[in-house]
């Protein structure tokens, strides 16, 4: 492997202009900033730019909803100082099915499998009803300000 040079990853469909579904372009050799002596300049074997997976709530849902037990579930992001954010779910179960907490672990070990470790719920919370609107979409806006502890906004459109 070469040093001092840069590879630069492009991510997409195979096509006529690809050939896989990720190519590296040539490399470039890099040379040392201005502000560094070309004696300090150390080598490095290849620089790449890691961008970090992000998981949509419907993803985390329809994963949830694939478990036998669960009739409706809603996902949001919740603050974390160490991952950033976190995803934390609300249940409603079908009839049938006791919440519990050997549940909770299950649900949250369903959606691992179904989407991998970065979609893993870090809570599992079970209502009896999931609060929407009058035309029936979920409220995620409610469910994460209560989390949070902060103003919810107008609940004007809240059924029921």
């Keep these: 492997m070469p040093v001092n040079v ?3 990853i492009v991510k997409g469909a195979p096509g006529p202009e690809r050939t896989s579904s990720f190519e590296m372009t040539p490399p470039k050799a890099i040379p040392p900033p201005p502000s560094v002596p070309a004696r300090a300049w150390l080598p490095v074997n290849v620089e790449l730019e890691i961008v ?18 669960v009739a409706e579930a809603a996902a949001v992001g919740l603050p974390d100082p160490v991952k950033g954010e976190v995803i934390k779910c609300f249940v409603q179960l079908r009839a049938g099915h006791d919440a519990s907490a050997t549940l909770a672990a299950a649900l949250a070990d369903h959606v691992r499998r179904e989407l991998g470790p970065i979609a893993t719920p870090a809570g599992v919370e079970f209502l009896e009803a999931l609060p929407k609107t009058r035309s ?25």
């Design 52 to 69: 970090t997976d992000a998981v949509e709530p419907p993803e985390v849902e329809s994963a949830l909803v694939s478990h036998p037990a």
């Design 136 to 160: 029936g979409k979920i409220l995620r806006r409610y469910l994460r300000a209560r989390e949070l502890g902060t103003d919810t906004g107008d609940l004007s459109t809240l059924d029921g």
């Design 6 to 8: 840069e590879f630069e």
